[in-house]
């Protein structure tokens, strides 16, 4: 195996890890659920028609159990916690939520919908025809043309395992993020800001700055602490795509309303 093949297996892993990122942690995460960018009217809608087809998720389903985790987060009706699932658990914990939820959507649940008023675009039709599995065998068929067209069979696992690698990234959030490392924040909850997670994850591990501060675009806090999400959502914004809302800089300097105000 040469040093150039190697060099673009890596680079075709990188490329499908990224395209992946790309969508769950700043189109569905930073975006759809929390509203912290803004996609613009046509990013908007090329996410949710491609959403479902890129990440093998649906962009509705994904933002409303991520919206429950914080609202019920590290309880016995946080769809993934590790105090409840345990740490290895919590993978099918995620997978089982995310069913549900589904479920609950097309039935038009109360317990769901009241969740995302704002998401005002149903569940892909790839999930109502419960043709979920179709995504899947797309990238299985990209891995096997790669392979069949240019006899590189390892080039095209690497483009699967990057773009297919959602279950994995989001196995070490919602587990290690709750169970090991660091907080800078008094919460309710159990989050944690584990930095390994974060370096992985694109700034997805610093679960207690973001429990905190669920708005703000950027996840980190401290001096130290690297948010590569948060760039990625500047090189974003430049281009034109999305617009950062706010950081919760902007969270800290506003002061909180007064009962009277709140009223």
């Given at each position: 195996?040469s040093l150039?093949?190697?060099?673009a ?6 490329f499908?890890?990224?395209l992946?990122i790309?969508?769950i942690?700043v189109?569905y ?8 960018v ?7 809608k090329?996410v949710?028609l ?13 933002s ?5 985790h914080h ?6 009706l946080?769809p993934h916690?590790p105090k409840h699932?345990?740490?290895f ?9 995310y069913?549900?939820?589904l479920?609950?959507l097309m039935?038009?649940?109360?317990m769901?919908?009241?969740?995302a ?8 039709w ?9 995504p ?5 068929a ?8 240019y006899d590189?069979?390892?080039l095209?696992?690497?483009?699967f ?7 994995i990234?989001?196995?070490l959030?919602n587990?290690?993020g709750?169970?090991?490392g ?5 919460q ?6 584990n930095?390994?997670v974060a370096?992985?994850?694109f700034g997805e591990?610093y679960q ?6 669920p708005?703000s ?6 001096w130290f602490e690297?948010?590569?999400?948060y760039?990625?959502?500047h090189?974003?914004q ?7 809302q706010g950081t919760?800089?902007?969270?800290v300097?506003t ?9």
């Open positions: 195996m150039s093949y190697v060099l297996c890596i680079g075709m892993l990188v499908g890890y990224l992946n790309l969508y942690t189109f995460h930073r975006g759809l659920t929390h509203n912290a803004k996609l613009s009217p046509l990013t908007r090329f949710i491609t959403g479902n087809w890129v990440t093998g998720l649906d962009p509705k389903g994904w409303v159990m991520h919206r429950m609202v019920h987060s590290d309880t016995e946080d916690s699932y345990g740490i658990g919590v993978m099918l914990a995620q997978l089982h939520s069913n549900k939820v479920r609950g039935k038009k649940d109360p769901y919908t009241s969740v008023p704002d998401l005002d675009f149903p569940v892909n790839l999930n109502r025809k419960k043709m979920w599995l179709m899947y065998l797309l990238h299985v990209i891995w096997f043309g790669i392979g069949f067209a590189a069979w390892m095209g696992y690497c483009y395992v990057g773009i297919m690698s959602h279950p990234q989001g196995w959030v587990s290690l709750h169970a090991y660091y907080r800078n924040f008094d309710d909850d159990d989050s944690r800001n930095t390994a370096w992985l994850v591990g207690n700055n973001h429990h905190r501060h708005s675009a950027k996840f980190s806090v401290k690297v948010d590569m999400g760039a990625l959502c090189v974003l430049a281009m034109g795509i999305v617009k950062i919760f800089e902007d969270e300097a002061p909180e309303p007064t009962a009277a105000a709140r009223a």
